[in-house]
């Protein structure tokens, strides 16, 4: 009878024990299981994070002036300006017409820059050196006279100024115009026609001869044969309207 008793006992020890290993094992599955969900979505996020694009300035939904603008040169300077002049000097008229079609285009006033004194075919001969036009170019200091003036030139915003290039700059009667005026608050932008030669040296050197320290631009040069289209698309550019 008494080993009958601990046999019994021996069994329900056994038991017990296989409920309490069975109990232990499920929540240690349990756990690995978690740890491993975990493990996969932190890796998920990881993978995102590395494949997720930054949004940059051009990806903005707000388009810069300059992206917008690139002839303009970035933000509107003169916004409100409604007074433009267009002065021109033009021997032979192939400067007055890119003249017309920046005034028209601009709805500004037009303004030729006629020389006291015309200049006649020999005048223009850059093939003689004793040409009047040879001469003056070879003079710095030389000043053509101009009959007329722009009245109340102070009343301009913006002044563009064209020219023919001679000789790889401007003609001398654009000194005596540019040193005429005082250009105080005002915006100076030069242009010029020619087969090949640029505006640079030109610009750069009027700019040096105006008086009033106004904004400058430099610019740019047109082929005698230019389109109003491709006129208004450069002045477009500044937004002067």
Same mark, same amino acid.
């Given at each position: 009878?008494?080993?009958?008793?601990?046999?019994?006992?021996?069994?329900?020890?056994?038991?017990?024990?296989?409920?309490?290993?069975? #109990?232990? +094992? /499920?929540?240690? =599955? !349990?756990? %690995?299981? *978690?740890?491993?969900?975990? $493990?996969?979505? #932190?890796? +998920? /996020?990881?993978? =995102? !994070?590395? %494949?997720? *694009?930054?949004?940059?300035? $051009?990806?903005?939904?707000?388009?810069?002036?300059?992206?917008?603008?690139?002839?303009?040169?970035?933000?509107?300077?003169?916004?409100?300006?409604?007074?433009?002049?267009?002065?021109?000097?033009?021997?032979?008229?192939?400067?007055?017409?890119?003249?017309?079609?920046?005034?028209?285009?601009?709805?500004?006033?037009?303004?030729?820059?006629?020389?006291?004194?015309?200049?006649?075919?020999?005048?223009?001969?850059?093939?003689?050196?004793?040409?009047?036009?040879?001469?003056?170019?070879?003079?710095?200091?030389?000043?053509?006279?101009?009959?007329?003036?722009?009245?109340?030139?102070?009343?301009?915003?913006?002044?563009?100024?064209?020219?023919?290039?001679?000789?790889?700059?401007?003609?001398?009667?654009?000194?005596?115009?540019?040193?005429?005026?005082?250009?105080?608050?005002?915006?100076?932008?030069?242009?010029?026609?020619?087969?090949?030669?640029?505006?640079?040296?030109?610009?750069?050197?009027?700019?040096?001869?105006?008086?009033?320290?106004?904004?400058?631009?430099?610019?740019?040069?047109?082929?005698?044969?230019?389109?109003?289209?491709?006129?208004?698309?450069?002045?477009?550019?500044?937004?002067?309207?």
């Amino acid at each position: 009878m008494k080993n009958i008793a601990v046999i019994l006992l021996i069994v329900l020890m056994s038991v017990s024990f296989a409920a309490c290993g069975d #109990s232990s +094992q /499920e929540k240690n =599955d !349990s756990s %690995t299981l *978690k740890e491993a969900g975990e $493990t996969k979505v #932190s890796k +998920q /996020e990881s993978e =995102d !994070s590395k %494949t997720q *694009k930054p949004v940059s300035a $051009t990806e903005s939904t707000s388009v810069p002036d300059e992206a917008e603008n690139p002839d303009g040169g970035g933000e509107n300077e003169n916004a409100g300006a409604t007074n433009v002049l267009v002065a021109y000097f033009s021997a032979t008229n192939t400067t007055k017409g890119v003249a017309e079609y920046m005034a028209d285009g601009l709805r500004a006033d037009l303004y030729e820059i006629v020389p006291q004194e015309p200049y006649t075919d020999d005048d223009l001969d850059y093939n003689d050196d004793n040409s009047r036009s040879t001469m003056e170019m070879n003079d710095p200091a030389v000043r053509p006279a101009i009959s007329g003036s722009v009245d109340n030139m102070d009343q301009y915003d913006v002044v563009f100024i064209g020219f023919p290039i001679w000789w790889e700059t401007a003609p001398r009667i654009i000194d005596t115009f540019i040193e005429s005026y005082d250009f105080s608050g005002t915006t100076v932008i030069t242009f010029c026609t020619s087969g090949s030669s640029g505006i640079g040296p030109a610009s750069s050197n009027l700019k040096k001869l105006c008086k009033g320290n106004p904004t400058w631009k430099r610019g740019r040069r047109f082929d005698g044969d230019v389109s109003q289209s491709t006129v208004n698309k450069w002045v477009d550019g500044f937004r002067l309207k």
